[in-house]
C-alpha cells in the first residue's frame, strides 16, 4: 500500500513543445472505471478548473495536453468519487461529540462506557450517547432506566439507538420532557412496565426529550461537521444525500461552503415541518456546486429492530403489534400533492410493508404513470409481492442501504416469519423495475465506508465473510450494479447524474484511487480495501498515511 502511494510519481515536465494545452493535471496509467454508459475503463484523464476535460488512452491524453502535475498511477484502480444516497451527516458530525456506544455487547459494557465518560467530563449536565442495539446483548430486552437513575441521578441522560427510532432515557430526562406513566404522543411510543415510564421513547416520542435539550454551539458543530468531512474523503466519499434537515441546519452547511470551511458536496432533503415548507415552496429549488435543495424526506414509518415498522400483518414475534405509520395517511397525500405542484422531489422512509404499500399509492394518485420526477422510497425494505411493479409503473427509485441487510439478517427473520423476510432487503428485485438503484449507508446507523455498502451488495455477507453462500444471494448485486449504484445512478437519485456519478469530460473531477481493484479482487478482501487518494474538483483532500 505505501509502495503503491509512493510510486504515484509526479512528475515535473519540461517541454519545449507547446502546442499541447495547459491542464490543471494529467492522471495517466490507471485503470480508470469511468462508469460512463458503455462501462469503459480508461487509462488517463486531464483536468481543469476543476473539471475531467478528457478522458481516454495515457498516449491520447499526453499528446494533447501538457501539465506541471502529470501523474503516473502505474496501474491503480480510480473511481468516481463515491456519492452515499442516504445518509445522516449531521447526526453523524454530532455523534461524533457523543459517548459511542455502537458494538456494546452488553448493557454492563454500555454503563462502563458512559462511566468512563463521565469520568473525563464530571460537570457535563446532560450526558448524550448513541449506537446501542439491544439485538447484540443477551435476551435482546429493551433496556430500562433504572441503573441510569442509580448512577447518574443529577443528569439528563439521553441514549440512542443505533437506528435513532429509539432512545433511553433516565427519570431526570422524563422530568426534563413532562413524561410520565400516562402520556401519549401520536406516531410514537413511550414504554411502560408495572405502570411506569420505563425510559425508552420510540419515534416521534424522542422528541419530547430532544426538543427540551441545550443547543450546541456554533463553532462546535462547525468543528464536528469539519471532523465527519475528514472521515467521509478518507473511504472515498466526495457526494451525500442528508436524509432530513431543517433550514438552519441547510443554512449552515451553504454558510461553510461558501466560507471555504467545507467541500462535501451535500444533496439535502428537507424536513416537512410547517416553516421548512413555507420558505421552500415560496423560495423554490436552491443549488451551488455543492449544495442541492429540492426534495422533501417524509418519515413514513419506523424501523423494524425497535418493531416501529409499519407491518400489513402482525409482527411474527409479536402477535398483536403491526408497527404504525409516523403519521395518518390523509397527512402523507396532503404533503404528495403540495411537493408535487411545487415540483420538489418526495423522499419517504418506509421499512414495513404497509407503509411501502400505502406511501407508493399516493405516489401513483399524483404520479399517475411514467414520469421523470424521481420519487423515492428510502429503505424499500419489506414489501408485499404486489408492491414491487409500483416502482416501475410509475418511476418510482428505491434508495437502499445494502449493510442493513447484513445488519438485520441475523434477527430479520423472528420479526418477519420465514415467508415474509424472502420479500426484504430485496435490491435484485427492486433494480428490475426500473433499471436503477440508489445505494447508501444511512450513517450513523452503519460505518460511513462505502466499500461495505459494496460487499454486503455483492457478498450479502457480513464483515466475518457470513452466511457462507450469502443472505437471501438472490437479491445480491453483480459489481457493476454496485458501482453504479453508489456513483452514477446515486447521482441521478438527486438529479446530477449530468454533472457528476462518472468520469466523463465535463463532469466534476471528483475522483478516488484504491489500494485495490473492487471489481476484481476476491470478495472475502473487499473490506480491507483502503482508500490511497481522494480528490473533489480536482483537488486532493485524503491520502493515506
Ligand atoms: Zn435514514
Partial sequence: MNKLLLSLTLILIISSCSSREKVDAIY???????????????????????????????????????????????????????????????????????????????????????????????????????????????GKQFPTKDTLDLLFPDKVVMLRRIDAHAVLTNQKGLDLAGIDANTKVSGGEILVENGQPTGVLID?????????????????????????????FAVGITSLAEAGLDKSQIDLLDHMHKDSLLRMRIYAMINPTAENMEYYFSNGHYKTDYLNVRSFKIYGDGALGSR?????????????????????????DSLAKLVFAKDFQMNTHCIGDSANRAITNIYAKYLKGKNDR???????????????????????????????????????????????VKNAYAYQELLKQNGKLVLGSDFPVEDINPIYGFHSAVARQDDDNLPEGGFQIENSLSREEALKGMTIWAAFGQFEEKEKGSIAKGKLADFVILDRDIMKVPREELRDTKVVQTHSGGEKVYEIQ
Fill in 204 to 232: 416521534n416520542a424522542m422528541n419530547l426529550l430532544s426538543d427540551k435539550l441545550p443547543e450546541m454551539s456554533e463553532s462546535q458543530k462547525k468543528e464536528l461537521i469539519q471532523q465527519a468531512e475528514a472521515n467521509c
Fill in 308 to 332: 416501529g415498522a409499519c407491518l400489513i400483518e402482525p409482527y411474527a414475534d409479536d402477535e398483536d403489534n403491526y408497527g404504525f405509520l409516523r403519521s395518518k395517511p390523509q397527512v402523507f
Fill in 374 to 420: 424521481r420519487w423515492r422510497i428510502e429503505h424499500a425494505q419489506v414489501l408485499a409481492d404486489n408492491d414491487f411493479s409500483k416502482f416501475g409503473d410509475f418511476n418510482i427509485l428505491p434508495s437502499v442501504q445494502p449493510t442493513h441487510a447484513t445488519s438485520d439478517m441475523d434477527w430479520a427473520h423472528e420479526r418477519l416469519g420465514e415467508e415474509r
Fill in 28 to 138: 495517466f496509467n490507471g485503470d480508470i472505471y469511468t462508469v460512463n454508459d458503455k462501462f469503459e475503463i480508461a487509462e488517463a484523464f486531464a483536468i481543469k478548473d476543476g473539471k475531467f476535460i478528457a478522458v481516454g488512452s495515457s498516449k491520447d491524453i499526453r499528446n494533447q495536453y501538457q501539465s506541471e502535475e502529470e501523474i503516473d498511477l502505474l496501474g491503480s484502480p480510480v473511481y468516481p468519487g463515491f456519492i452515499d444516497g442516504h445518509a445522516h451527516f449531521i447526526r453523524y458530525a454530532k455523534d461524533l461529540g457523543d459517548v459511542d456506544l455502537v458494538g456494546t455487547a452488553s448493557f454492563e459494557e454500555l454503563v462502563q462506557r458512559l462511566q468512563k465518560h463521565v469520568k473525563k467530563f464530571p460537570n457535563e449536565p446532560v450526558l448524550l450517547g448513541q449506537g446501542w442495539d439491544q439485538n447484540n446483548w443477551e
